[in-house]
Structures are given as structure tokens and as C-alpha cells.
Nanobody, 126 residues
Framework: QVQLVESGGGSVQAGGSLRLSCAAS????????MGWFRQAPGKGREGVAG????????YYADSVKGRFTISRDNAKNTLNLQMNSLSPEDTAMYYC???????????????????WGQGTQVTVSS
């Protein structure tokens, strides 16, 4: 079992930055992949970025590539998402996710993750 708690969301103007963090607890040692997802009102949950625990491979959705950076501190059991050059289109609830399944070298998809945080809201105004 893995417990995930996100923090760092908030409101920011377009062009600004936010840093999201996810504190993981429980059986985190065997989580091979972690990721960030987001869900805007009326839309489905989409993968934003993923990272492998071993080797540090990362993968980003095209919409955030070059603006967002995912990182993982295994010693502290934290997952981070640095978000720069934010736009109103980035407004959504952001979720941290983890799973024991092997890392897949592609944008994370919901069905591959069994553990989820409660989410943190990000609002970007124009």
C-alpha cells in the first residue's frame, strides 16, 4: 500500500510558476513508476509526466514538454513537478500517482496506476 499527499497548488497569473510536491508513504520502495496527472472541469484525467524510480527515465505530455519538469527524491519519498510558463489551459486539479508495475516509456495513463493522491488545485488566470 502507498499513501500519497499532494501540496503546492494555488493560483497564479499566466506566465508564472508553481512547484507541486507529493509526499509518499507506505511501501514506496517497490513503486517502479510515479506520475502526475491532471483533470480540468468536464474533462477526463490526463497524464502530464511520469518518472521511473530506477534510472530516472521521464516522459512528458506534448502539452507540457519544455515547461514542466518532474523529479523524484527517493531518499525523501517525494515526487515533484516544477511548472513554468503556466497558461490558463493548465488550470486543473493535479494528482500524484504511483504503481508497482514496471516503468513504461510513454506518457502515463490512468489505467497503469493503482495509487492516487487527493489532488491539489492549480488555477492560472490570464
Amino acid at each position: 500500500q502507498v499513501q500519497l499527499v499532494e501540496s503546492g497548488g494555488g493560483s497564479v497569473q499566466a506566465g508564472g510558476s508553481l512547484r507541486l510536491s507529493c509526499a509518499a508513504s507506505g511501501d514506496t520502495y517497490n513503486t517502479d513508476c510515479m506520475g502526475w496527472f491532471r483533470q480540468a472541469p468536464g474533462k477526463g484525467r490526463e497524464g502530464v509526466a511520469g518518472i521511473a524510480s530506477r534510472g530516472g527515465s521521464t516522459y512528458y505530455a506534448d502539452s507540457v514538454k519544455g515547461r514542466f519538469t518532474i523529479s523524484r527524491d527517493n531518499a525523501k519519498n517525494t515526487l515533484n513537478l516544477q511548472m513554468n510558463s503556466l497558461s490558463p489551459e493548465d488550470t486543473a486539479m493535479y494528482y500524484c500517482a504511483a504503481d508497482y508495475s514496471p516503468w513504461r516509456d510513454r506518457v502515463p495513463v490512468v489505467r497503469d496506476f493503482g495509487y492516487w493522491g487527493q489532488g491539489t488545485q492549480v488555477t492560472v488566470s490570464s
